[in-house]
C-alpha cells in the first residue's frame, strides 16, 4: 500500500509527457529497469509482481537498445494513430459498400417502374389517340347530318310555303270568279232595269242620272272594292303589281302588310345573324392561323376548324404539364415582365402624345394672329368716345 502510494504521488508530480500507461510501461525497457530497480536483491522474482517471465523475455528480446524512450513512445502513438485510421477507413468503406448496395436495389426498383410507367403512358396515349379519331368522326358526322337536317328542313319549309302561296291564290281565284259572277248578275239587273225605265217613260233615257243611280248603288261599290282587294292579294302572293288604267296601285289590306312587315323583320334578322356568322368565321380563321397555321383554312368549315384548335389545345395542356413546374413558374415570370414593359411603354406613348398635342397648341396659339376688331365694335368706341367728350365739354 505504501508503494502504491508513493507511486500515485510520483505520477503526480511527473509531468504530462512523462506519464504513460501500464501497457506502455510494460513495453519500454525503461519499466524493465525499473522492475530491475525495484526488484528485492534477497531473491524476489517477476512472479513475486505477477508478471509472465516468458512476456518480459519477449518484450526485451525484441526492444532496441538505440532508441530512447520518446522515440519509442512517438513510434507507438504513430502506430496507434495508423491502426486507428485504418479501422475508421475500413468501417467507412463497409458504410458506403452497404449504402451502395441499398442505392443499387432502389435503382433497380426505380427503372422497374419507371419502364412500368413508361409502358402505361404509351397505352394511355395510343387510347388516346384513338378517342380523339373517333370523337373527330362522330362530329364530322353529327355536322354532316346536321347538314343534311338543316337542307331537308329549308326544302321542306319551302315546299310548304309554296303550298301555303298556291291554296291561297286558288282560294283568291274562286273569289275573285264569285265576285265575277256577282258582278254579270248585278250587271243583269242593271239592264233590266234600264229597259223597265226606257219602256215606263216612253224611249226617254237620262244617261247622267242613270250613270249617277248606277254609281250610288251599295252593292255595286262593295264588288268593286272587293275585286280591286282580289287583284292586289293575286298580285302580292304570286310576285307581279298589277297597275290600272290611271296608274294607281290596288289597294292592300292591313293583313298583307302586316304579314310583308314580318317578312322584312325575318330579313332583317336573317342578315344580322348572317353577319354574326361572318365575323365569328373570321375569329375562328384567326384562332386557326395561330394554332395551327394557313394550310386547309379554306377546306374546312367552322366546326372542323374549331375540333382541330380543342385537340391542339388538349396537346399543349398535356404538353404544359409534362414541363416542371420551375420552368413553367420562369415562363410565366418572363410573359408578366413582357407585360408590364409592354403596359409601360402604351403609357409612355399615350404621355408623349399628350405632350406633343399640348405643344402643338401653344405653337398654334404663339403663331396665331391677333384678332382685329371688326367694324360695329369700332363703330361702337368711337360712339362712346364722342359722347364723353361732348359731355366733358357740356
Known sequence: MIEKRKEKIMNRSMKIYQKSTFSSRMKSRSHLSQLAFYADPGGATFEHFGLDPTLILRL??????????????????????????LSTKRNTIKKYEKHIVMKERQL??????????????????????????????IAAQETLNKLQTTAELKKASMEVQAVKRNSNIE???????????NCMREEEKAAELELRSRLFSFGEFNSDAQKRAFGQSSTWKAIYFAEQFLEALLSTNTGYAVEKEDGSLPVVSKQVTYQLMNLHQQIKRRSCEEKLIDSLSKKINQVYRVCIGDAEVGSLNAVQKLVKVESRLVELSDLIESIPKETVEVIERIKQKERRQRLREEKMKEKQKHQEERLKAALERAVAQPKRKTKATLSKNCGTSVSSILMTNS
Do not use: C, H, P
Not at 528480446?61 to 532508441?67: K, S, T, Y
Not at 389517340?129 to 373527330?136: F, G
Open 171 to 181: 282560294f283568291l281565284l274562286e273569289q275573285k270568279e264569285m265576285l265575277k259572277a
Open 108 to 137: 433497380s426498383k426505380a427503372e422497374k417502374k419507371l419502364q412500368e410507367d413508361a409502358m402505361a403512358f404509351e397505352e394511355f396515349l395510343r387510347e388516346n389517340d384513338q378517342r380523339s379519331v373517333d370523337a373527330l368522326k
Open 60 to 85: 526485451t528480446e525484441g526492444a532496441d537498445a538505440n532508441r530512447t524512450v520518446y522515440e519509442f513512445i512517438s513510434d507507438q502513438r504513430e502506430r496507434f494513430l495508423l491502426e486507428y485510421a
